[in-house]
């Protein structure tokens, strides 16, 4: 089992940015493709981004071209770069490890004025 560790999220003003980190353990961390979810109250989960052991990325159309999801293999981290942000992206936030299943507890994004 993979434990994952999320961390970043806060309350931001639209139009602003926030980054968020998410650890994973163990030594496999290179082999993973990680994914970002996120789940508003009363929807769904729904992905995000990914991104492959060899940094390809794919991202959701609400998101694209204001997200950028990256990794760091020595550090065993997965990024969520998030900016122009909009109330509809207020959530939370989950990572999770595709090959595994494995999430991590999430952090609460909330984008308000």
């Known amino acids: 089992q993979v434990q994952l560790v999320e961390s970043g999220g806060g309350l931001v003003q639209p139009g602003g940015s926030l980054r968020l980190s998410c650890a994973a353990s163990g030594s496999n961390f290179r082999l993973y493709v990680m994914g970002w979810y996120r789940q508003a109250p009363g929807k769904q989960r729904e992905l995000v981004a990914t991104?492959?052991?060899?940094?390809?990325?794919n991202y959701a159309d609400s998101v694209k071209g204001r997200f950028t999801i990256s990794r760091d293999n020595a550090k065993n981290t997965v990024y969520l770069q998030m900016n122009s942000l909009k109330p509809g992206d207020t959530a939370v936030y989950y990572c999770?490890?595709?090959?595994?299943?494995?999430w991590g507890q999430g952090t609460q994004v909330t984008v308000s004025s």
């Open positions: 999770k490890v595709q090959q595994t299943g494995d």
């Open positions: 991104i492959t052991s060899g940094g390809s990325t």
